[in-house]
């Protein structure tokens, strides 16, 4: 097989699994569903809780934590689906990754508001991490789990979650304190 027809069947099978997507989310994960409608308030809640809680003065500073936090756990989440390690089984539209609503709101929001609470009350950051991380990984994707919303397969499970969680976010914080000093240097 040649390059031309390696690619051209590389695009007939994208092809046929988003067709084979959006046969699914028409069966079993559209508005009709209540799979749907829970993973649509796990979209907009903490969006909106975000709006009434974020601190205006550092937006900037703690939006670019969660932004980061949003696209680390985006692209770890394409991954961890394509290599079949932790399947969404309901997502928002069959085009958009399917855990649009966790990496894209529950996990940047929750983090994001960690961090801020940890830098306005002088708190370990590192340590709050560890706490909501072990909430995330064995409560949040527990409760998923349970609830036929996620699966895990070969050998993933909760703590490689935790551990992703930690890098994730530790990296967002680095990345962002960064930025912070870079900012600074500019000022001077």
């Not at 989310?25 to 409608?37: E, L, P, R």
């Not at 399947?87 to 990496?103: E, M, Q």
């Not at 050998?155 to 967002?172: E, H, P, R, S, T």
Request: charged share 15%; glycine share 4%.
């Amino acid at each position: 097989m040649d390059y031309k027809q390696h690619w051209e069947r590389i695009v007939e099978k994208k092809v046929e699994l988003h067709s084979a997507y959006s046969s699914y989310w028409n069966q079993y994960s559209d508005f009709g569903n209540w799979q749907f409608w829970l993973v649509l308030v796990l979209l907009l809640f903490p969006l909106i809780l975000l709006v009434f809680t974020v601190d205006r003065k550092r937006i900037f500073e703690i939006f670019f934590f969660g932004y980061t936090v949003h696209i680390l756990w985006a692209y770890a989440d394409i991954a961890l689906g394509h290599s079949g390690f932790f399947v969404h089984k309901y997502f928002l539209l069959p085009a958009l990754p399917n855990a649009t609503n966790v990496t894209a709101s529950v996990l940047p929001v929750g983090f994001l508001l960690l961090y801020q609470y940890c830098n306005n009350h002088k708190k370990n950051f590192f340590f709050y991490t560890i706490l909501l991380s072990a909430v995330f990984a064995f409560g949040f994707a527990s409760l998923e789990r349970y609830l036929g919303l996620v699966e895990f397969k070969k050998g993933m499970n909760q703590f490689y979650l935790f551990l992703i969680d930690l890098v994730i976010v530790f990296i967002a914080f680095w990345v962002t304190k960064l930025l912070l000093k870079v900012r600074d240097q500019a000022r001077l």
